[in-house]
């Protein structure tokens, strides 16, 4: 059975950073694609980052340049790294295990929310 918990959230003022964990229990970590989405109040949930499982990365043209994801296999876990924050990425933030770029799985954590004031 596959779990994933989401920390590391929490709030920030414009301009500032927040790195966001997610570990993995179950399943085979190191062969899997990892995904970082988002979903604002009253707006649909948007993937934000991805990593396969050579470290090849992706990211929403929102957030290149500010986002970095990244992944520990031995640590089970999958960091999303966000600096100059903005306004706009106020969201929970959802990690996803076994995604493809922009396609994710049926494998969420709980969320984590990140609040960014202006």
């Known amino acids: 059975q596959v779990q994933l918990v989401e920390s590391g959230g929490g709030l920030v003022q414009a301009g500032g950073s927040l790195r966001l964990s997610c570990v993995v229990s179950?399943?085979?970590?190191?062969?899997?694609?990892m995904a970082w989405y988002r979903q604002a109040p009253g707006k649909q949930r948007e993937s934000v980052a991805h990593?396969?499982?050579?470290?090849?990365?992706n990211y929403a043209d929102s957030v290149k340049g500010r986002f970095t994801i990244s992944r520990d296999n031995a640590k089970r876990t999958v960091y999303l790294q966000m600096n100059s924050l903005k306004s706009e990425d106020t969201a929970v933030y959802y990690c996803?295990?076994?995604?493809?770029?922009?396609?994710?799985?049926?494998?969420w954590g709980q969320g984590t929310q990140v609040t960014v004031s202006s």
């Open positions: 990593i396969n499982q050579d470290g090849g990365t």
């Open positions: 996803n295990f076994g995604a493809l770029v922009n396609s994710p799985s049926p494998y």
């Open positions: 179950g399943g085979i970590f190191s062969l899997n694609g």
